[in-house]
């Protein structure tokens, strides 16, 4: 999904030849403080399939691009470690999102008359600016969300290093870890009726990550890798990614697996007054697995399917009950698999023995992939079986009324011909860095 808060993998300097210690000196700091700014723009084409825009049958799916993606973001977060044995030590870190926000704009070549966008009352066409409800956006820009802030989660961890180059020049450094992400912040939620009500940042997804990470410094270069892994442990009641039962697939989060590499260049290099200038070059491949996420799109879907304004995107609570349980559209949709690559420039400074200071910057790229991608549902075996549920009809489709029918499926936006993909996804990172050691 498109790391709306992205919060998993920090886009600074690496970090993976430093090792926290309680002793002996030389091996390692004992405390580090660590602060970061961090400037991000995201921005994506929308694209949504066109079913009868052709008549041959044999031809591909049509689709067309029809809105912009644009995203921007401050963030700080402070980090600390602390060695509390031979190689080990624990850290804490808290993200504060100082601003975010963002804007979809119609393609080129697209206005609000023909667009299916509007036509289907995804969005209105007049536009919608949550910073103002009753105003009219005009020009090319069809969506404004409001600006968020705050702290989206805690995130507690634990390391270690089974082997140290500084305590053994013979070997490179090791590293193994585990970090707990603790979505503690108000929610990230959108409020179709009163939109400023709704401003925080967060998943309400508690995550585990753990990764391994190994460094070696050759003379005037470093090379390291880092691989990790991130995965949803506890999905919060405030979260928008409920499990309604029946036919729901694929409705918790998706999960994050990624390997970091670089290289790093000693440009000045003198031990003796703690003086040190250095240029790294690295790059990170992220899988992001089949899940539920706040896309692109998720506010615009949130606001077509707000239960008050009986927006086109409303779904049904209880498929077996007669009649519509009206049940807002969460704004989180379901993701398709896609892959992430990105490349990263740091530059270091070190003053002494205990200050260094960082600029980065990074790029990154996101594959094509659909973002409206719920299934209608599962087809239960036949009658009489050992599974907890079963239908009496003999068939392989979803039949409606019954419990195979996933609540979480809007077939406006999730049947085939109707989807929304995202296309030239890409981000842009510009931040720097302050880090102590004592």
């Known amino acids: 999904m498109l790391a709306l808060v992205a919060l998993a993998t920090r886009a600074h300097g690496n970090p993976a030849g430093d090792v926290t210690s309680t002793a002996p000196a030389g091996t390692g700091a004992r405390i580090r403080f660590e602060a970061d700014y961090e400037y991000d723009v995201d921005s994506a084409a929308i694209a949504r399939e066109q079913v009868g825009a052709t008549t041959d049958p044999l031809a591909p799916l049509p689709v067309r691009r029809e809105l912009e993606f644009h995203q921007s973001s401050h963030r700080v977060t402070p980090r600390v470690e602390a060695g509390v044995y031979r190689d080990l030590w624990v850290s804490f870190a808290a993200p504060i999102v100082l601003a975010q926000s963002s804007e979809l704009d119609l393609a080129g070549g697209v206005d609000r008359t023909t667009a299916s966008t509007f036509l289907d009352g995804i969005l209105p066409a007049t536009g919608f600016d949550a910073r103002n409800p009753t105003a009219q956006l005009a020009g090319d820009t069809v969506f404004h969300s409001v600006t968020r802030s705050g702290v989206p989660e805690l995130q507690l961890g634990v390391g270690f290093a089974p082997m140290n180059q500084a305590r053994d020049d013979t070997k490179p450094t090791w ?42 410094r050759l003379r ?56 040190r200038i250095t240029a790294e070059l690295g790059s990170q491949i992220a899988v992001h697995t089949q899940g539920r996420g706040y896309s692109e799109m998720w506010e615009a879907f949130a606001l077509a399917g707000d239960r008050r304004t009986a927006g086109p995107l409303v779904l049904d609570a209880d498929p077996v009950t007669p009649g519509t349980q009206a049940l807002s559209y969460p704004g989180v949709s379901n993701l398709e698999n896609y892959l992430e690559t990105s490349a990263r420039l740091a530059v270091r400074a070190r003053f002494g023995a205990r200050l260094s200071l960082a600029a980065f910057a990074q790029i990154a790229f996101r594959t094509e992939h659909t973002i409206s991608f719920a299934e209608a549902g599962v087809d239960l075996p036949t009658c009489p079986t050992s599974a907890p549920q079963c239908e009496t009809d003999d068939n392989d489709a979803v039949n409606p009324g019954t419990a195979e029918v996933n609540p979480l499926y809007a077939r406006r936006i999730d049947l085939v011909g109707h989807r929304y993909r995202a296309e030239d996804s890409r981000g842009y990172t510009a931040g720097i860095e302050v880090r102590l050691a004592f």
């Open 220 to 275: 005037y270069f470093e090379g390291w890798f880092e691989a990790s892994y991130q995965l949803p442990i506890y999905i919060r009641s405030a979260s928008l990614f409920q499990d309604p039962g029946f036919g729901a697939t694929h409705a918790a989060p998706s999960q994050t697996a990624a390997v970091r590499f670089g290289m790093e260049a000693y440009l000045v290099d003198d031990p003796a007054a703690g003086r």
């Open 175 to 216: 590293k193994v870890g585990a970090d707990l992400h603790l979505a503690i912040g108000r929610v990230m939620r959108f409020d179709a009726v009163d939109p400023g009500r709704e401003t925080g940042v967060s998943t309400g997804v508690d995550e585990l990550r753990l990764w391994t990470s190994v460094d070696r």
